[in-house]
């Protein structure tokens, strides 16, 4: 009995050690909720446009003389002026962002009596209005039109330096075209020839300016008139000699997501092809045309400026006043007229010293360099 109580007692002592020498129990904890998830950034919207720029080149080389040809028949006067448009965009490394290539094909007709033939209140179109009206598929080997080719090299362009452009392989098709493509990306898609492109590109780089943050799209807008030009004729008895004017005023503009201007450049290719009373072309037909920037002082405005400005300087602070505003903002601008030539000078306190030119005509092809932009 003895013997019995002592081994129940040794085993009770050994169950209290072990369970005293237990680790405890884990006290019950609330595991704390995982963190939320932190919100995922919206996609970057900045396209990396640090610099705009347009360029430009001006012919009036297919201008003809009243005459005959090689078989006799009649050959009328003829004031045609081309005038190439490239606006273009680039990023921090100097890469083609967005580029719009446009040619601005501008004919003056005359009768043989050196009288206008044509409509000087007329809308004149850039090629790439005509889209299919301007009938180069007819001719092409690639069944493409010409808006359809423009397109093709801008695509080629997007994400080249100009040095890369510039180096782009080609090759002479006939003596009109010493520049078509010869790399196999745009073998099928490009028979232009491209060297005025090319060149207006160049221009557009190198006459770049930094525009601010925020810029999404990038557009290019025209307004075309051969209003000035005029016939053989004899006022009072003073001769007036033929004249073919056509000015190509040019918009390149940048908008930001909310529509807001945030660059644009504004140029005149003021372009007279002079003819003298027996209808032959008296002006150079090689020579260099250059638009009212370009000419700067040259231009002669600031004679007859009121303010002292000239016409350089004048739509210098006119882009400047659109930038931050909105097309509708633009076209909104309070204008007087200031007389017949003059149907809409602005009428605001910030450009009533600054400026005096109409700016009809500059506001229309900022809305229409919105509508394109891309």
Known sequence: MKKALSIFLVLMLTLSLVVGCSAPAPTTTETPAPAPAAPEAPAASDTGIVKMGIGHSTSIAKSKDLGTDKDGKEVLP??????????????????????????AQTKVNFDNKLQ?????????????ELAGEYGMIKASSIGKEWYEQAAELEKWMIGKTLDEIKA?????????????????????????????????????????????????????????????????ATPDGKEVLPLAQVDTVMAAAAFDKDGKVVGVLIDNAQTKVQYDKDGKVTSDKNAEYKTKVELGMEYGMVKASTIGKEWFQQIAELEKWMVGKTVAEIQGMKTKAKDEAHPAVPDVPELTSSVTVSVEHYTEAVAEAFDNAK
């Open 116 to 128: 206008l033939t044509s409509d000087p209140k007329g809308e004149y179109k850039t090629k790439v």
């Open 78 to 103: 003829l004031g045609q002026v081309d005038t190439v448009i490239v606006a273009a965009a680039f990023d921090k490394d100097g890469k083609v962002v967005s580029v719009t290539i446009d040619n």
């Open 168 to 232: 782009m392989k080609t090759k002479q098709r006939d003596e009109a075209h010493p520049a078509v493509p010869d790399v196999p990306e745009l073998a099928s898609t490009v028979t232009i020839t491209i060297q005025d492109y090319v060149g207006a590109l160049e221009e557009a780089y190198n006459n770049a300016v930094e525009i601010g943050s925020g810029a999404e799209k990038l557009g290019l807008g025209h307004n075309i008139a051969i209003g000035k030009s005029k016939g053989l």
